[in-house]
């Protein structure tokens, strides 16, 4: 059954990670700590310097699963997005990511088999990719973000729309990662094995979440940006 979550500043913060464990993901990125009680969301977000509004855009995105009707407010802040998303990488590349290497050397038993090596020469490999693709918008993409609400006299040809060309779903091949454990590999230890996979799966959910705010709340705050600049250019 699908179910309609409307977040608004009024609601308990404590009632939205009660709702979704997924939540307690957006508050670390956002730099909220534990604590606050019985406190509304507006409040909270107050008191921790937190743009409102982005933040409960990107609640509101990820509580729901349905994109046919969403509608992405263009006038929310390009830079609290752009400081989550840089927040984002940091989490996924020096802690999960290394974290689920690790959880995987060990539950396929590494060094003894040809197929372990092979399993992990395939995370490797997407781990690779995800920071390539992240080290791009780290150099690129954010960069020109900040340029174009901070300094847009430093022009370039660069537009928003290269970013949204080239954005593959990098979430992909860990999901393949997870097939192969649970079809393919015979494990001794169903503990360990079931451990890691839990993280495969909460991982790839991140992931997708993370590219949904990329493709839904980014992309067209930043096209509705360089619209109103080239509407201003040409006065």
């Known amino acids: ?51 409102t509004k982005a933040f409960l855009a990107i609640v509101n995105l ?14 929310l802040s390009a830079k609290s997005i752009v400081e989550y998303l840089h927040n984002s990488h940091g989490y996924f590349l020096d802690y999960k990511l290394p974290k689920i290497r690790e959880e995987l050397m ?36 954010f960069p020109y973000v900040m340029s174009l609400i901070t300094d847009y006299k430093n022009k370039t040809s660069y537009a928003i729309d290269v970013f949204s060309k080239q954005h593959d779903q990098v979430e992909a091949k860990l999901s393949e990662l997870k097939d192969i454990l649970i079809k393919y ?4 230890s169903n503990i360990e094995i079931s451990n890691v996979l839990f993280d495969i ?19 067209p705050v930043i096209r509705n940006i360089e619209l109103t600049k080239k509407l201003d250019d040409e006065k």
């Open 1 to 51: 059954m699908y179910h309609i979550y409307n977040y608004d500043d009024t609601d308990k913060m404590s009632d939205l990670i009660g709702d979704n464990y997924q939540m307690l993901f957006v508050i670390s990125r956002f730099g909220i700590p534990l604590g606050f009680g019985d406190k509304s969301i507006g409040e909270v977000c107050k008191e921790n310097n937190v743009d």
């Open 62 to 75: 990820i509580a729901n699963d349905d994109r046919a009707d969403y509608q992405t407010d263009v006038s």
């Open 106 to 141: 060990s539950a396929v038993d590494y060094g003894h088999s040809n197929v372990a090596v092979a399993i992990i020469n395939y995370f490797d490999q997407y781990a690779a990719e995800v920071r390539k693709h992240m080290q791009y918008e780290e150099d690129v993409v």
């Open 185 to 188: 590999y015979p494990s001794s």
């Open 201 to 219: 799966f909460t991982c790839a959910q991140d992931l997708a979440s993370h590219n949904e705010i990329e493709d839904y709340i980014l992309v």
